[in-house]
């Protein structure tokens, strides 16, 4: 199995921050790699496919950038709503693996 | 607006049997997607349990390792709905179950996401 790395497990952030998540793969994954959000009590949301497409409605704010096996998440300027746990998850061999997750706090 | 709606989370004993469902709306051709069960344990992180890709592959299923065998995903086109047959139930199969559709043609990205049902396991 494909082992998925992130870093940091938690941060402490202003509102108006730039926002740095990374995730590291055990193999490289082709750019088949996506991102998603989860507020508290909420289902998963996706947010980047392709390790740097957003998905419709996503804000600008957010960005995903990287390659073979190290890929990041970038929010330029968190928002109040932006407060949730960040997963990655690599789509490019099964079975298909997410990491531990990233909670971004106040 | 393309939706899923799980349903059919319980409470069931260990060693018992459960089916899933997620209804899917909206979608110009159901077929066409790859469709994906992810599990989360209230607290923890996301588990991928399986998928079953488009009618390109026919409808190829692939299942994570802690759950081949005691778990069969199928769907009804006819319905636009898939399934999750969970038999051999154990306690460590509690947790809030979502399914998932995949982009088309983007090698198996997800994009929308169910609200997720829960299923509880014990006695």
């Known amino acids: 199995d494909v082992q998925m790395t992130q870093s940091p497990s938690s941060l402490s952030a202003s509102v108006g921050d730039r926002v740095t998540i990374t995730c590291r793969a055990g193999?490289?994954?082709?750019?088949?790699l996506a991102w998603f959000q989860q507020r508290p009590g909420k289902a998963p949301k996706s947010l980047i496919y392709?390790?740097?497409t957003l998905q419709s409605g996503v804000p600008s704010r957010f960005s995903g950038s990287g390659s073979g096996t190290d890929y990041t998440l970038t929010i330029s300027s968190l928002q109040p709503e932006d407060f949730a746990t960040y997963y990655c998850?690599?789509?490019?061999?099964?079975?298909?693996?997410f990491g531990q997750g990233t909670k971004v706090e106040i | 607006e393309v939706q899923l709606v799980e349903s059919g989370g319980a409470l069931v004993q260990p060693g018992g049997s459960l089916r899933l469902s997620c209804a899917a709306s909206?979608?110009?051709?159901?077929?066409?997607?790859?469709m994906d069960w992810v599990r989360q344990v209230p607290g923890k992180g996301l588990e991928w349990v399986g998928r079953s890709e488009n009618k390109a592959t026919d409808y190829a299923t692939y299942y994570a390792a802690s759950v081949n065998g005691r778990f069969t995903i199928s769907r009804d086109e006819s319905k636009d709905s898939l399934y999750l047959h969970m038999n051999s139930l154990k306690n460590e199969d509690t947790a809030v179950y979502y399914c998932?559709?995949?982009?088309?043609?983007?090698?198996?990205?997800?994009?929308?996401w169910g609200l997720g049902t829960l299923v509880t396991v014990s006695s």
């Open positions: 392709g390790a740097s």
């Open positions: 998850q690599q789509y490019r061999f099964y079975p298909l693996t």
């Open positions: 909206g979608f110009i051709f159901f077929s066409d997607h790859y």
């Open positions: 998932a559709a995949g982009i088309v043609g983007a090698r198996g990205a997800f994009d929308v």
């Open positions: 193999q490289g994954l082709s750019d088949s």
